[in-house]
Structure formats: structure tokens, C-alpha cells
């Protein structure tokens, strides 16, 4: 219940049905609006809060809040389904080659010499699942992991896991946005291999070069 009218509070703020400094109808309204019991409103509320859309004000008055102010990473992991941006899927395709480009630099830099064998073994599980192309996206997933705990910087794993839990999970971008970077084989390689050698300028360019492929498709096949 709680689920349900997180979500749809949650789409009225995003859409601009509520706008920024409008109040929400009393708990015991939406309680009303909803058929659901006040705990069930009042949890919603939390999470609304959470996530920057709302600030709950002494007395209990709710007030809506910009979005695009106060809201953070966990909004945009949503989709593009509940967030009215129609370039989402590119802008979050972009943050990921920033973050991947510049971990792969940290991971040669100051990587521990496990790490970076972590690496070149998650490449080889990589190729081993080609041409199997759900097998090499998971796998894809469990070497960039690798290169991102490699960085040694804990702000890029936590971004990375909501990346990967949100708009970037398995299925969630469109097939033909990632086909490119997945079957790209001689490119993963060298991206170990650059991580390996502690080549950081290097590793940091064929990151670049694998994870900006989904960005550079013409702007019909975007579409698909």
C-alpha cells in the first residue's frame, strides 16, 4: 500500500502535477484518496522526503520541493517511464563513461596488484561468455565493478551501484544502445591490459573509447 501511493505522489511531483512549494493534501486526505491506512500515507511521505521531493514542516504540513534542486541520483535510476527528461538514457549513459574513464585511470594509477589481477580475470570471464550477449552484459557488469573497487574510491562504488541497480541494469537501456561496447572483445582486453601495466593515460582512453560507444549511435537508432 505504502508502494502505491509512493509511487503515485511520487509521478504527480515529477510531472509538475504538484509543483515546487504546493502543499500535499493531509495524511489523513490522502489516507481518503488513496483507500489506504495514515501509516501507509506517512511512510510514503518519508521516502517522498528521502528523495528530495517533499520537506515534511513542523505541524506536519507537506510542502513540494524542485526536483531538479534537492533530488539526487536515486530520481534519475528511476527511468525514464517516471522522470519527463527525454534525454535520460543518454545523459545517464554519459555520467557512467565519466565515472568508468576516470576509475580505470584511478584502478592503473593506485591499484593494488590484486585488483588489478581482479580485473584482467573478470575480463577473461567477459570474453569467455561471448557471443552470448545477456551472459557478456552481466559479466560486462562484474568486470566494471572490479575496475571501480580497483579506484579505491568509495563515492564511484556507490554511484556505480546505482547505476547499475537503476537505469543501467540488464535490459533497462535499449538493446542497441550497448550491443556495440559488449561485443567490442579486443577492446575489454585492452583495457586490462592497460590496467595491468599500471598504463593509467591508456586505460583511461580505451575506457573512454568502450564506454562512450552507446552514446555515439546516430540519432534514429537512439530511438529504438
Not at 143 to 169: H, P
Not at 173 to 185: G, K, M, Y
Not at 204 to 217: D, G, M, R, V, Y
Request: a negative charge; charged letters at 25%.
Amino acid at each position: 500500500m505504502s508502494d502505491h501511493v509512493f509511487g503515485q505522489l511520487r509521478d504527480a511531483i515529477v510531472t509538475g502535477e504538484y509543483a515546487p512549494g504546493d502543499g500535499l493534501p493531509s495524511e489523513r486526505e490522502l489516507a481518503g484518496v488513496f483507500e489506504v491506512n495514515r501509516h501507509a500515507v506517512r511512510e510514503a511521505l518519508r521516502r517522498l522526503q528521502q528523495l528530495g521531493l517533499v520537506r515534511v514542516a513542523q505541524g506536519g504540513a507537506t510542502r513540494v520541493l524542485d526536483w531538479r534542486r534537492h533530488a539526487g541520483l536515486d530520481l534519475a535510476m528511476a527511468g525514464a517511464e517516471v522522470l519527463p527528461v527525454e534525454t535520460l538514457v543518454r545523459d545517464v549513459v554519459e555520467m557512467r563513461a565519466c565515472l568508468g574513464a576516470d576509475a580505470a585511470r584511478l584502478c592503473a594509477e593506485r591499484g593494488t596488484p590484486e585488483a588489478r589481477a581482479a580485473v584482467v580475470a573478470a575480463v577473461d570471464v567477459y570474453a569467455a561468455a561471448a557471443p552470448d550477449l545477456e551472459r557478456m552484459g552481466e559479466a560486462d557488469v562484474a568486470l566494471w565493478r572490479e575496475v571501480i573497487a580497483g579506484s579505491g574510491n568509495i563515492a564511484y562504488l556507490l554511484a556505480f551501484n546505482s547505476l547499475v541497480g537503476g537505469a543501467l541494469a540488464v535490459g533497462r537501456v535499449p538493446a542497441n544502445r550497448r550491443t556495440a561496447e559488449l561485443l567490442d572483445v579486443a577492446g575489454h582486453r585492452r583495457l586490462g591490459e592497460h590496467i595491468a601495466a599500471g598504463a593509467a593515460a591508456e586505460a583511461e582512453a580505451q575506457a573512454k573509447a568502450l564506454l562512450t560507444a552507446p552514446i555515439t549511435l546516430p540519432r534514429e537508432d537512439s530511438r529504438a
